[in-house]
C-alpha cells in the first residue's frame, strides 16, 4: 500500500492548489499538519498565480495497486 498526504490550499485566485507528499509519517498529526501548511504559506515558497493564501484542507490517501498482467 502506498500513503501520501495531500495538503490542499486556496490561491488569491479563488482557486485549489494541491501538494502531494509521499510517504508521510505514520504518527503526523492534524497540529504538525496544519503548521506546516502555514509555513508554507508564510513563507511563499511556489510561484502560483494568486500565490498560495490560505489552507483549504489536508488528507491521507491510501492506496493500493494490483498488478493482473505483466508484459515479457
Known amino acids: 500500500m502506498d500513503t501520501m ?5 486556496k ?3 479563488g482557486r485549489r492548489f494541491r501538494l502531494t507528499l509521499n510517504s508521510p509519517r505514520p504518527d503526523i498529526t492534524p497540529s504538525e499538519v496544519e503548521a506546516a501548511m502555514n509555513l508554507i504559506i ?3 515558497l511556489f ?3 494568486g500565490g498560495v ?3 483549504d484542507s489536508a ?3 491510501t492506496t493500493q495497486t ?3 498482467v505483466v508484459g515479457e
Open 42 to 44: 508564510d513563507k511563499d
Open 47 to 49: 510561484a502560483v498565480e
Open 59 to 61: 488528507q491521507i490517501i
Open 11 to 13: 490561491t488569491g485566485m
Open 5 to 9: 498526504l495531500e495538503l490542499v490550499f
Open 53 to 55: 493564501a490560505e489552507i
Open 66 to 68: 494490483e498488478t493482473i
